[in-house]
Each structure stands twice: as C-alpha cells, then as structure tokens.
C-alpha cells in the first residue's frame, strides 16, 4: 500500500508542477529582437501557418515573424519545402473579408530595387498569390486599399 501512496503522491506532484509552468508563462513581449531585414535579398522560406502556406522573402523574415507569434504565446512557424507547403495554398477564397494592401519587393532586370503595393480583396486572396506565384510579401498586410 505505501508504494500505491508513494506512486500516487509522485504523480500529483509532478501534475502540480507542470500546471504551474504553464500558469507563468509569460508572453507580454518576451521577445524584443528587433530584425532589420533586407527586404531585397530573396532566399524563399516556406512555412504552414493555421494550414496556410506561408511564404517568407528569407529566413530573416521569418524570424522576426516568429518572435511576434512567441510574444503571442503561439508556436514558431517551421520550415518546410514548397512542395509541402503548396500543398496549403488556398485553392478558393470567399467573397467576404477585409481588404488589404501589401508590399512587395524586388530587383528589377537592371538590378534596381524597387518596392509595389498591391490590393487584395481579403487576406485570404493574398496567401493565395503569395503562394501560387512564389512571391512573399513584406511585413503585415494594412487593411483597406494602398496608399
């Protein structure tokens, strides 16, 4: 019997710990790295977020999106191949949804960098050009049509 309790009060002890790990974990801005990505240097990272395909102009990107998520108390995004990850692409898209602008960059044929804004009818609309043309977009896309 005082194995029983022995067991028993084991398994309780080590429950109230792991609960109280998870009860101070803190996700108030724990990570303040501050990234300065080279929006022109195009190295694709592909990764699946909440079963989206997410493209990443590099692993620079994807980093600083990662410490967003970890500030978030949401598990980092992992990398995995494009063939995996198109998998995810958004094959349709409703009607409904807000607007949104979001900025690409890229070198132009004469090694010019240049910047463009494009306007998609809901995020959803814009994971999928993302996704099916290989083209990440910069930062986090702003509500409503591009200024």
């Known amino acids: 019997m005082d194995l029983y309790k ?5 398994v309780l002890l080590c429950g109230f710990f792991h609960l109280s790990l998870a009860q101070i974990r803190d996700c108030s ?11 022109y240097a195009k190295n694709l ?3 699946v977020s909440g079963g989206v395909c997410r493209v990443f102009q590099s692993s620079c990107f994807l980093g600083s999106h990662n410490c967003l998520r ?21 094959s349709s898209c409703s009607s409904s949804g807000l607007q ?28 999928q050009y993302a996704c099916q043309n290989s083209n990440a977009y910069i930062g986090d896309p702003s509500n409503g049509s591009c200024s």
């Not at 022995?6 to 084991?10: A, G």
């Not at 801005?29 to 929006?39: E, I, K, N, W």
């Not at 132009?108 to 959803?124: E, L």
């Open 6 to 10: 022995s067991s028993l009060l084991v």
């Open 70 to 90: 970890e500030n978030q108390c949401l598990q980092p995004l992992v990398p995995t191949n494009q063939d995996k990850c198109m998998a995810h692409c958004p």
């Open 45 to 47: 990272i592909w990764a």
């Open 100 to 127: 949104v602008c979001a900025s690409f960059s890229y070198v132009d044929t004469n090694g010019v960098k240049r910047d463009r804004q494009m306007v998609f009818q809901s995020r959803c609309h814009l994971n």
């Open 29 to 39: 801005g724990a990570c303040t790295l501050q990234f300065r990505c080279d929006p």
